[in-house]
């Protein structure tokens, strides 16, 4: 299978077409099917995470889904925020988490790492090769 590219809007809408999206090529990929609950998971928090980036900073630029196949199933999700505000939040405390000064966009950010890890064995977080941005990148074994 060629690489299935997704990118929206960075509104919520979006997430549910996503996750469905990346479980369809997920199931015709050949993950096994105990593992989709966790794909569909997985690529909703991502998703998420990018989608709540993009509206604390005010940013239109669609956010970026690509699915591929090639030996495993692989799924990169990419935001076009700053760097330093992608990662920041994933090193608070309880404590620091529990503040009510934080919004629901801090906390979806923050958090998101936190429950990505628990969704993914093969988890990636790093900054884009080109231009302003983090590209998640969360890969499953293929049932072949």
């Not at 990018?50 to 604390?56: D, E, I, N, P, S």
């Amino acid at each position: 299978m060629a690489t299935v590219r997704l990118s929206f809007s960075p509104a919520p809408v979006h997430v549910r077409t996503a996750r469905l999206v990346g479980v369809a090529v997920a199931r015709r990929a050949g993950v096994r099917e105990d593992l989709l609950d966790e794909v569909r998971l997985a690529i909703g928090e991502a998703c998420t995470r990018a989608v709540a980036l993009h509206r604390q900073y005010g940013l239109t630029d669609p956010v970026l889904v690509e699915m591929s196949d090639s030996g495993r199933y692989a799924v990169r999700v990419v935001d076009r925020a700053p760097i330093e505000a992608s990662i920041g939040l994933h090193a608070l405390n309880a404590d620091q988490l529990a503040n009510e000064s934080l919004n629901e966009d801090d906390l979806t950010t923050g958090v998101g790492f936190a429950l990505l890890a628990g969704f993914v064995d093969d988890l990636q977080v790093r900054p884009v090769d080109e231009g302003v941005g983090t590209e998640v990148r969360m890969v499953w074994p293929l049932n072949r």
